[in-house]
């Protein structure tokens, strides 16, 4: 929790994605209008999610950033604190001393994994459908296909809500492949109809119902400028492909391996693994190759390998190809794990941290205008200066 704190408010400056967004919200608290005085190419709710932060910053005088901060790492702990809870009671191999590891290396892959990606609402998706996936996994061990309190499955359901809500329609797959999956396991369609799913659904319903209603500008302004600018910004599948999927596909292999087939795997190591294999679908479809837009899918894939390794059973025992498939996976966690962390420590954040101390020297709560073609320094730029940013969009598209 330090190190991710230090991370964030030290070390790396709040990436543009997240700064935009909180400009969006200063500018929407100071009355101008969503998809008429700013062009936002997402639904309302990528915007709405950080308006407590910029909400508190009015409040206490204390910079959303921080908040922020302080948001991700209390969501981030309550998340996995009900998603723990609902595997301990349910599973004794859970409640063994030496699965206690799991704990903080779980904390640390959701919140620090990509440090420069913090607080992107891929990082609020990958922390919703946590709680989800576990009850999923509970769901499967009862002939009912009934299991969890209330309040866990209402979270559940609102986890699932916020996951699509943030990217729609491009993440549902990640839901739909596991309750495909367990339906045809079952033969039985009570996954689909769980009641975290039916609440999920009504949400999501009376979501998109509210934005036809009260936000009609983002049918006739938004949706014809993706269909006819950001999407066709396309790279190729096989460029896609042999991006940030190819390292889900290897950890999906190792876990096959090193379970002794796919038969062997148990679901609580396929039920996530069908979650970050139904990501990908949304990451080629996008096309943009961005590491936010692949930190669901590989940090859900690390968990399920890591819920692999207490089923392992014992190291000398195993056969060869099985040793190899874990000693692989590790390694290749690891690697992409340190490879972010050493990005992260050694980014030169000299110049832009150069350039806010001179404006601020020069003049207070500055107008920032921005000449790109792609949202690049201007959001950063913007909230570390304390000034205002003059755009309907956050970047020449």
């Known amino acids: 929790?330090?190190?991710?704190?230090?991370?964030?408010?030290?070390?790396?400056?709040?990436?543009?994605?997240?700064?935009?967004?909180?400009?969006?919200?200063?500018?929407?608290?100071?009355?101008?209008?969503?998809?008429?005085?700013?062009?936002?190419?997402n639904p309302p709710f990528s915007i709405f999610l950080y308006m407590p932060f910029m909400l508190l910053e009015k409040l206490s005088g204390i910079r959303a950033e921080v908040w922020l901060t302080l948001g991700v790492v209390c969501l981030s702990l309550a998340s996995l604190f009900v998603s723990a809870r609902i595997l301990v009671r349910v599973d004794p191999i859970y409640r063994q001393p030496n699965a206690l590891w799991a704990a903080p290396v779980a904390l640390f892959m959701v919140l620090?994994?990509?440090?420069?990606?913090?607080?992107?609402?891929?990082h609020f998706a990958?922390?919703?459908?946590?709680?989800?996936?576990?009850?999923?996994?509970?769901?499967?061990?009862?002939?009912?296909?009934?299991?969890?309190?209330?309040?866990?499955?209402v979270l559940a359901g609102l986890g699932a809500a916020t996951v699509i809500m943030l990217k729609p329609p491009h993440f549902a797959l990640a839901l739909l492949l596991p309750s495909l999956c367990l339906a045809l396991q079952r033969r039985s369609l009570k996954?689909?109809?769980?009641?975290?799913?039916?609440?999920?659904?009504?949400?999501?319903?009376?979501?998109?119902?509210?934005?036809?209603?009260?936000?009609?500008?983002?049918f006739s302004e938004i949706l014809p400028f993706i269909r006819e600018v950001y999407l066709p910004l396309r790279a190729s599948v096989v460029e896609?492909?042999?991006?940030?999927?190819?390292?889900?596909?290897?950890?999906?292999?190792?876990?096959?391996?090193?379970?002794?087939?796919?038969?062997?795997?148990?679901?609580?190591?396929?039920?996530?693994?069908?979650?970050?294999?139904?990501?990908?679908?949304?990451f080629v479809v996008m096309g943009k190759g961005w590491p936010n837009h692949a930190l669901p899918m590989v940090v859900v894939a690390v968990l399920a390998f890591a819920v692999q390794l207490p089923r392992f059973g014992e190291f000398r025992a195993a056969g060869f190809v099985r040793k190899a498939a874990l000693v692989f996976g590790c390694v290749?966690?690891?690697?992409?794990?340190?490879?972010?962390?050493?990005?992260?420590?050694?980014?030169?954040?000299?110049?832009?941290?150069?350039s806010a101390a001179t404006i601020r020297a020069t003049i207070e709560n500055p107008t920032i205008m921005s000449i790109a073609d792609r949202m690049q320094v201007g959001h950063p730029l913007t909230r570390l200066v304390g000034g205002k940013f003059m755009s309907r969009h956050p970047g020449a598209w």
Request: include cysteine; charged fraction near 15%.
């Open 1 to 41: 929790m330090a190190y991710a704190v230090w991370l964030s408010t030290v070390v790396t400056p709040t990436n543009v994605d997240v700064s935009w967004l909180l400009v969006a919200c200063d500018r929407l608290l100071g009355g101008e209008r969503l998809n008429t005085d700013i062009m936002e190419t």
């Open 112 to 122: 620090c994994f990509l440090p420069d990606q913090f607080g992107q609402r891929e």
């Open 191 to 218: 996954p689909f109809f769980a009641m975290e799913n039916l609440l999920g659904a009504a949400i999501i319903v009376i979501y998109v119902a509210s934005i036809a209603i009260f936000d009609r500008a983002y």
């Open 332 to 354: 290749l966690v690891l690697q992409i794990t340190g490879r972010a962390q050493y990005a992260a420590l050694t980014a030169d954040n000299e110049p832009i941290e150069r």
């Open 126 to 153: 990958l922390i919703a459908i946590l709680p989800w996936l576990a009850l999923q996994c509970a769901r499967q061990r009862t002939p009912d296909f009934v299991t969890g309190s209330t309040v866990e499955r």
């Open 240 to 282: 896609m492909m042999a991006n940030w999927p190819k390292i889900v596909l290897l950890l999906a292999a190792a876990v096959v391996l090193a379970a002794g087939d796919i038969r062997q795997l148990h679901w609580d190591v396929r039920i996530p693994l069908l979650a970050a294999l139904g990501f990908i679908p949304a």
